[in-house]
């Protein structure tokens, strides 16, 4: 399958493919006598957990990670791929965290300005800022 046939039927960009490719995260097709990449159809599969995990929040290397282990299940554990999706859930929950505190103090700094046509010589969101 020819990159532009399969960026199609994935539904990703040609440049995508390639940068999947100069990552390690797809294996390297076949040339045809022009040049042009040879895809083998499983390569459908392995992009669409690509897409799917990072969908989920997994970075790359992760993804990278996952696959690997994907290749060859028979010699991984449930647990070593549970630990992944573990490690996301604190690191989402950790950046929740962290959202929610700028959040209360946005909505701190927005209550305290009055929100008129004064100038923002006094404007309590910049000085809020500034100290």
């Not at 960026?7 to 006598?33: C, D, F, H, N």
């Not at 909505?107 to 929100?115: D, L, Y």
């Amino acid at each position: 399958m020819k990159i532009g046939q399969l960026a199609k039927v994935v539904g990703i960009e040609i440049q995508t493919l390639r940068y999947y490719e100069s990552q390690g995260l797809l294996s390297k097709p076949m040339r045809l006598e022009n040049g042009y990449r040879d895809y083998p159809v499983s390569t459908v599969s392995s992009l669409n957990f690509i897409k799917k995990a990072k969908l989920v929040g997994f970075t790359l290397k992760e993804i990278k990670d996952l696959l690997a282990i994907q290749v060859t299940k028979d010699e991984h554990t449930c647990q070593e791929v549970k630990h992944f999706t573990q490690a996301k859930l604190h690191e989402i929950s950790h950046k929740i965290t962290e959202l929610l505190a700028i959040k209360s103090a946005l909505k701190k700094i927005h209550a305290s300005c009055c929100g008129g046509n004064e100038t923002a010589a006094h404007c309590s969101i910049l000085s809020a800022l500034e100290n």
